[in-house]
Structures are given as C-alpha cells and as structure tokens.
C-alpha cells in the first residue's frame, strides 16, 4: 500500500490563528425552489431564494433525514429538459470552499421514490448517489473541499437514468486557504469529497453551528457514533475545556473532543470499518484528546494505529504527543485503497488501551481539465442560434466530467493549453432551426461539422474558411440560401463538403473549384442545387 503520513499538531501561535482578527468567511446558502428568502429555525440560518441561477422545475419537498435542513421546497430536473443540469453561482470570492449538495424527494406519489443521479462541482464528478441513500443520515448529502478562482461555481445534476435529480439546498462554505493540507500533492488540482465525518462516543448527530464552533470551519456535519461493535468499547467524556481545538486552518470545535471511545479487556483493539470504492486515494483524519481521568501522564496509553493492516502510525502516546491531558491531537495518512473497504486499527501496546475522539475520511479527486472558455461560449451562441432542443440540455462543460459529455459535441485534450476543446459537430437530422452563426469560427479546433437533415436557414457564414483544421463539411438538406463563401477555398486541409438539398445560388468559388478538379482524391461529394 502506497502511504504517506502528515503529523498535524494543531499547536500554534495565538496571534498567528486568532480568529477574531479575520474577516467573516464567505457563505451562500440556496433553497432550491424558494421564491423568498427564508431564515430556517433553530439556528435562524439564512438561506437565499431560489432565482435566476438553474432551470429544471420548483416543487414541494419531503425532507429524506432529520438533519436535512427544514426547508418546503425543491428543484427536479425532468430528463425532457436535458441530461445535465447546472446550477451557475457569480461573484463567488476566489478561495477554498466547502461546496454541500442536499438531496430531496419530490411529494409527488408519480416520482420515483429515490432518484439516483451524479454529481459535479467545477466540471469534476464528486458522487453517485447509491441505492438506500434516503435510509441513512449521512447519505442525504454530497460535500467537497474545492478551490474556486474565477468568481463562479457551477454544480452540476447528471442524469443516469434513474429518475429525475432532485436538489434540496446548496451551500458555498468558505474555509481557511489551508484548510486539510496533507502534505506533498495538495492543492488547487485536487477535491476532497466528504467519505465519512465521525464524533466517537457521542449519541447525536451535529453540525460545526450545534457545536458553536467557527464559521471558518465550513459547518461540517459529524456523525454520531456510539460503539464500533458490541461490547467492543467504552464511552468517555468530560466537560473540561479542550485545549489547542479550535485553531487554524481547520478551525474543529473544542466539544468534538470531549466524547471518546475506549477499548476494553475483552477487546483491546479498536477497530472501524467502512466501505469505500476500489482504487482510490483516501485522506484520513483521526482525532484525538486524553479526556480518560485514569490516565495522568506520558506513558499509560500507548497505541499504533493500521490501516488495512499496515502500520500507519506506531507508539501513539496522545499525552506525549499534545503536551497534555485534554490537549488536541490530529493525525493524518493519505493511503491508496484497491479494495472495497477501509479499517482502521487502533492497537494498544504494553497492556494499555486505545482511544479515539473522531475520524474523517475523504476521497482524493483530480480536478479535471475544464474546456477552453471561448470554446464554451461558441457553443452557447450556437445552441441558442439553431434553436437547440431542450433534450441536448448543453449546461455546464461540454467535455467534462467526461462520465458525462454534452450529446453532439466531441471532444480532444489539447496537450498545448492543457484544456479540452471541440474537434467535432454531430448534430444531424435533429430538428434544427435558426442560422448558423459567424461565432461558429471561435471553435477553432473543429475537424468535423455535420448539420445535415435540418431545418436551418440564412447564409453559409464566411468565418468558416477561418477554421483550418476542418476536413468535414456537411450542411446538406437544409434552407441555406445565398452564395457560398469565397474563404472555403482557404480550407486546405478539407477532404470532404456537402451543401446538396439547400437553396444555394451563384459560381463555385474558384479556390474550391480548382480543388475539386486537381484533388480529387480527396473525395469531394458535389451535388449542389445551383440556379
């Protein structure tokens, strides 16, 4: 197993990590479907209405879990109106974020009970919501680390076949820039998507605000866990202040820490297992604090902690290592899992027993390369120009995730840029109206247009003959009227036109008449309807 271990000790100078001193973050909370603003009890949140940023359709909701947020409304996305569909937020401050989806159930009886459907934030596919998410607590939602830099956020609802995407809330958290640094490899490339959040020994489950702790900790939800298997483990917990808690960059509340398990006679390990997808690279956070009074110095409680049996972690000593009793102490590993579960082992050495506050797990995801953004805009003027069809949706990315590509749009990775771009145009006999427009030429990439069987009308646009790369051209069995243009006899590398079944005037240009006749070979199809 590949590994690599990052020791964070949350010890640091007041002056430095003063909270106080800082700005209050960034925070945009959406009710999906809300036309006014609501404040939702008991915490008097404020979530924002529901306007201007997506389309899909407003409803009536059913709350799947107790800890989702109490609000009436949602937005469904019906297949009619696309396969992906984006929520586009602007002026979003450039920093880190913890970027939170809630799910809903529609209260209709005529929908399915579950929708199933993906998820991305910034044209990376974070989660696929799984059979029996509404019966789980912790499933009732999908949340990210991510980093935005160019003021907006789109989220993405990627349909899968398996009844239409319902979104209850959104929520754009900032966090510290720091925020779950793991050491080599972390930064802007990289996603952490929320696997599991833990508060050991403690029977309700939380939130950062139940815990009154700092904004700048995203308001993370911490899910309750009172044993890790019968008779496995003891609970333990104090009201004593937690020293070295709440400090920068992840800002944890100090009430985390005073619940814990602890290991017993009959079982000296502690052990938690969860399931997790195959091949992937996790970042596990394990939290601790000697809140047990029967432990008084360095020495008494000492552990190695494994992961999947391999020592990740070896003689433990939370005192030793914190400086104290009712000290904070945070241990980090990034490991690569090929299996579908993840253990973590805490086992005691010398006759002790093990201890544990809370763990986190989150799944390390590259950031996919987005599509060129001039690109991205061609194709928006191009969708609303030939009056695209609601069924093509063409929201978000065109090629990324890349689970998910707009339908009649190819794509290639563009190693120079080191962005996606479109190399192709298939959108034949579906139903197309409206004009083709000079911002076609803005796809510079393009080897291939196919408009053919269409309904489209005007001129043929003369930027065409500014798209060197095309060697396709099909826009036969349409309404173009008008004379060709003379820049198509500047495509050199074009193997193969079309402009039969439209209502085309005037002389072949004599550019592209030359070609025909010395470059045959190139397999020209000429069967225009000339006047």
Known sequence: MLRFHFLWLLVFCSALNSSS??????????????????????????????????????????????????LKTLRYFPLSEGPENCYIINRVPKGHYNVRIFFGLVTLTSFDHEPLFDISVEGTQIYSLKSGWSDHDDRAFAEAL?????????????????GDPAILSLEILQVDDKAYYFGQGWGEGLILRTATRL???????????????????????????????????????TESSIKQASKAPNFYPEALYQTALVSTDSQPD??????????????????????????????QRVFDILINGDIAFQGVDVVKMSGDRYTALVLNTTVAV????????????????????????FEIIAVE???????????????????????????????????????????????????????????????????????????????????????IRGAIPSSLGTIAS????????????????????????????????????????????????????FKYVWAMDYL
């Not at 945009?28 to 036309?35: L, N, T």
């Not at 991510?146 to 349909?159: Q, Y």
Request: charged share 15%.
């Open 21 to 70: 001193a800082r700005h209050a973050p960034f925070a945009m909370r959406i009710s999906c479907g809300a036309r006014q603003n609501i404040h939702s009890p008991p915490t008097n949140t404020l979530w924002f209405k529901d306007f201007a940023y997506t389309g899909g359709i407003p409803a009536n909701a059913t709350r799947p879990s107790f800890i989702t947020p109490p």
């Open 146 to 162: 991510v980093f935005l830099r160019d003021g907006t956020v789109s989220i993405c609802f990627h349909s899968t076949g398996h």
């Open 199 to 237: 508060s050991c020994g403690n029977g309700k489950p939380k939130f950062d605000v139940d815990y009154s702790g700092d904004h700048w900790g995203g308001d993370r939800f911490w899910n309750p866990i009172l044993s890790f298997g019968q008779n496995a483990d003891q609970r333990r917990s």
């Open 270 to 299: 502690l052990q938690y297992t969860m399931d997790v997808d195959p091949n992937r690279n996790y970042s596990i956070w394990l939290h601790f604090a000697e809140i047990d009074n029967t432990i008084t110095g360095v020495g």
């Open 338 to 361: 090929n299996g579908r579960t993840l253990t973590v082992t805490l086992h005691p050495k010398g006759g002790s027993h093990a201890i544990i506050n809370a763990i986190e797990v």
């Open 369 to 455: 390369s987005k599509t060129l953004p001039e690109e991205v805009r061609a194709l928006q003027v191009l969708k609303n120009s030939l009056d695209l069809p609601h069924r093509f949706g063409w929201n978000g990315d065109p090629c990324v995730p890349q689970q998910h590509p707009w339908s009649g749009a190819d794509c290639q990775f563009d190693r120079t840029s080191h962005k996606w771009v479109i190399d192709g145009l298939g959108l034949d006999n579906q139903g197309l109206r409206g004009f083709l427009p000079n911002g076609i030429s803005k796809l510079r990439h393009l080897q291939s247009i196919n408009l053919s069987g269409n309904s």
């Open 470 to 521: 095309l060697e396709v051209l099909d826009l036969s069995y349409n309404f173009f009227n008008g004379s060709i243009p003379e820049s198509l006899g500047q495509l050199t590398a074009l193997r193969r036109l079309n402009l039969n079944g439209n209502t085309l005037s005037g002389r072949v240009p004599a550019a592209l008449g030359g070609r025909l006749l010395h470059r045959a070979s």
